[in-house]
């Protein structure tokens, strides 16, 4: 993109905070409830969310996903 990949994290950060969204830095997810809608963060704080982008691999959001074993397999 235009100005870099720099760029495009930075305009997804204006948009989603332009749309009322919440972006918290230094926590890793440790449980994705995607039935629920839910994620835990390393510091056992749990977020509802309507949607969720996921930045990371899509093999860490399978071991950490409540769905492995029913649509996912590693």
Request: glycine share 0%.
């Given at each position: 993109p235009d100005g870099g990949v720099g760029k495009l994290a930075e305009t997804m950060n204006d948009k989603i905070l332009e749309l009322g969204g919440e972006i918290?830095?230094?926590?890793?997810i440790k449980e994705v409830s995607a039935g629920n809608k839910y994620v835990v963060d390393n510091k056992g704080v749990e977020y509802k969310y309507?949607?969720?982008?996921w930045a990371a691999d899509l093999k860490t959001l399978y071991k950490k996903s409540d769905l492995i074993g029913r649509f996912f397999y590693i």
């Open positions: 918290l830095i230094n926590r890793e309507n949607k969720l982008i």
